[in-house]
């Protein structure tokens, strides 16, 4: 018996000592330590022994098993630190290649002009103020001397949600909803998307304004003229020729329309211009006194002006921009002009 649990365990430390893996690390113990293994048939055979053998027989069995767990103990836990050693070797990090380069994205040319003008009113004074997209008939027409069926109402094409609710044709109602919570004086700019039915390489049924607004006592045009004509000289230059056209508006009396030498053929007359030398920018004047009513100011103790401009004619003369459909398809080879 003893020899030939020699033989076994002989066979066993060899198949254990060439097992490649955990997997056949365990297949190997249970081929020999199994509940039908080699070494546990031998164990079932002692008692085919005589009892003087038996002892000696049980002995020799017990001492093998001890010496095949040992043995695959330590070959599991040199097994593992191999493993170890593999997937850290794989998974090592080689810092001399070359870096995978990721696509970056670009800052709109809207979104650019648009801080542009923030920057450039809050430098003078104005603070910010936002208002809802969707608006009460009354504050985007009603509030501003626009009342039901009024002819002005015909200048704005209007995206109607029901007969009380619109999507705003401009930023102005936020010029009510402001002067009806605080009290002069007041310099506000309040920039947002606003709604018209348009549609062309000029227009958008979706565009960008800015609102702006100042009341307080003893406002005059003169005061208009000096905020308008800083903003038209930071934005396009110390050069630029500006004037004041007279114009009308229902919120404001008087108005005004304020132009700018062309920015493309430097007045001499182009197609931009339509050969005049002189493009639009934006409208203004003085804000009505049915406004102030309409939100209990006293018309005879406070004066204001009102404008508004059009963000994406701003970017479309920035930057000879022609088709303004260009802003709203995201092709980035288009947006990648602006970084």
């Not at 030939?4 to 066979?11: D, H, I, T």
């Not at 430390?13 to 293994?37: H, M, N, P, T």
């Not at 040992?70 to 191999?82: D, T």
Request: proline share 5%.
């Amino acid at each position: 018996m003893k020899a030939k649990v020699g033989k076994l365990l002989e066979e066993a430390q060899k198949e254990i000592a060439s097992a490649g893996s955990l997997k056949e690390l365990d297949e190997v113990k249970v081929r020999f330590l199994g509940k039908k293994g080699r070494l546990t048939a031998l164990l079932k055979s002692l008692g085919e022994l005589s009892p003087d053998d038996r002892p000696a027989a049980g002995q020799a069995v017990n001492n093998a098993r001890k010496s095949m767990a040992m043995s695959l103990e330590e070959r599991a836990g040199s097994i593992s630190a191999e493993e170890r050693a593999r997937d850290s070797e794989e998974q090592k990090a080689d810092i001399t290649m070359p870096g995978v380069s990721r696509r970056r994205g670009y800052r709109h040319p809207i979104s650019l002009v648009m801080e542009e003008t923030l920057d450039i009113f809050q430098g003078l004074g104005f603070s910010i103020r936002q208002g809802p997209e969707i608006e009460k008939d009354y504050y985007n027409f009603e509030a501003l001397n626009i009342p039901k069926n009024h002819p002005a109402r015909d200048m704005q094409d209007t995206f109607y949600i029901d007969t009380d609710t619109v999507l705003r044709t401009h930023t102005s109602p936020v010029q009510v909803r402001t002067m009806e919570s605080e009290s002069p004086p007041m310099r506000i700019v309040s920039p947002g998307k606003v709604y018209r039915v348009d549609f062309d390489v000029t227009h958008s049924p979706m565009f960008h304004q800015v609102e702006g607004f100042m009341v307080d006592e003893g406002v005059s045009f003169s005061d208009l003229k000096g905020v308008l004509t800083q903003f038209m000289l930071q934005f396009f230059g110390e050069s630029t020729p500006v004037r004041f056209r007279p114009s009308f508006f229902p919120f404001t009396e008087p108005s005004a329309e304020v132009d700018i030498g062309c920015v493309i053929c430097g007045g001499a007359g182009c197609r931009v211009c339509s050969g005049t030398g002189w493009i639009e920018i934006l409208g203004a004047g003085m804000i009505h006194p049915e406004v102030f009513r309409s939100v209990d100011y006293d018309s005879e103790k406070y004066s204001g002006f009102a404008f508004g401009l059009g963000i994406e004619r701003l970017t479309m003369l920035r930057y000879e921009i022609d088709d303004i459909r260009l802003f709203f398809e995201n092709d980035t080879r288009f947006l990648s002009q602006f970084g």
